[in-house]
T-cell receptor
Framework: DTEVTQTPKHLVMGMTNKKSLKCEQHMGHRAMYWYKQKAKKPPELMFVYSYEKLSINESVPSRFSPECPNSSLLNLHLHALQPEDSALYLC??????????????FGPGTRLLVL | DQQVKQNSPSLSVQEGRISILNCDYTNSMFDYFLWYKKYPAEGPTFLISISSIKDKNEDGRFTVFLNKSAKHLSLHIVPSQPGDSAVYFCAARPTGTASKLTFGTGTRLQVTL
């Protein structure tokens, strides 16, 4: 089983709203990731959590706030977003136990539209 | 600075023929390479990977070749099927756990009947 689930599938929000994206995996993976993907572009890394601790933050604006409540869950809290933040937000997970052959598995994404 | 490049934005291949997708990288710290397939508005699906200690890895219709000296890898799909039509991303990462995956710009493969 290599399933990563994400909710909601679609989200429309205004610039003053607060919303959260959720990601869950039950593969026993200890690394979880948030990526952002704009149309016709590759996914871009935002955050990495390793063993529930934030290990990489790719200089993401503070209006995006990640949270890892436990080893299976990853949230992305959104506040005061801009229209240019509209994108597909992807969650991924990997084992974080091996140095070689560590594959990241992606969820289906949340399509976010900021009005 | 694009560290992983896919110079062909699109490729059209007839059903049953071979599809060859190419990828070049510049960062010599990359030692694990992956190919993902992506349909519109969906997450990338892992296809096949190769570590730098190998030069070939095969899984069914998919074969990945790595030429470390040229910093080049390729994905071969034989035989190509209409369901293979998607965007293919090459990705690379350095040694270490929970490390950053750097994606190429993608190649859109169209398999025609």
């Amino acid at each position: 089983d290599t399933e990563v689930t994400q909710t909601p599938k679609h989200l429309v929000m205004g610039m003053t709203n607060k919303k959260s994206l959720k990601c869950e995996q039950h593969m026993g993976h200890r690394a979880m990731y948030w990526y952002k993907q704009k149309a016709k572009k590759p996914p871009e890394l935002m955050f990495v959590y390793s063993y529930e601790k934030l290990s990489i933050n790719e200089s993401v604006p503070s209006r995006f706030s990640p949270e890892c409540p436990n080893s299976s869950l990853l949230n992305l809290h959104l506040h005061a977003l801009q229209p240019e933040d509209s994108a597909l937000y992807l969650c991924a997970s990997s084992q974080a136990r091996t140095t070689y052959q560590e594959t990241q598995y992606f969820g289906p994404g949340t399509r976010l539209l900021v009005l | 600075d694009q560290q992983v490049k896919q110079n062909s934005p699109s490729l059209s291949v007839q059903e049953g023929r071979i599809s060859i997708l190419n990828c070049d990288y510049t960062n010599s710290m990359f030692d694990y390479f992956l190919w993902y397939k992506k349909y519109p508005a969906e997450g990338p699906t892992f296809l096949i990977s190769i570590s730098s200690i190998k030069d070939k890895n095969e899984d069914g219709r998919f074969t990945v070749f790595l030429n470390k000296s040229a910093k080049h890898l390729s994905l071969h799909i034989v035989p190509s099927q209409p369901g293979d039509s998607a965007v293919y991303f090459c990705a690379a990462r350095p040694t270490g756990t929970a490390s950053k995956l750097t994606f190429g710009t993608g190649t859109r493969l169209q398999v025609t009947l």
